[in-house]
């Protein structure tokens, strides 16, 4: 999940909220919605792999 901060960079979060916390996790920050959106492939791709 991407969101645009005030800052006007871009972060992305974990799909899951941590239980304990309530809260998603940070998965990197990025200058670029592009760059973001590169890096949550990347994610993916590490996640599914075996």
């Given at each position: 999940?991407?969101r645009k901060?005030?800052?006007?960079?871009?972060r992305l979060?974990?799909?899951?909220?941590?239980?304990?916390?309530?809260?998603?996790?940070?998965?990197?920050?990025?200058?670029t919605?592009?760059?973001?959106?590169?890096?949550e492939?990347?994610?993916?791709?590490?996640?599914?792999?075996e």
């Amino acid at each position: 999940m991407i969101r645009k901060l005030k800052s006007g960079e871009y972060r992305l979060y974990s799909m899951k909220k941590n239980p304990k916390t309530g809260k998603r996790r940070n998965l990197g920050t990025f200058k670029t919605r592009e760059a973001a959106e590169q890096h949550e492939r990347a994610v993916q791709f590490f996640k599914r792999r075996e």
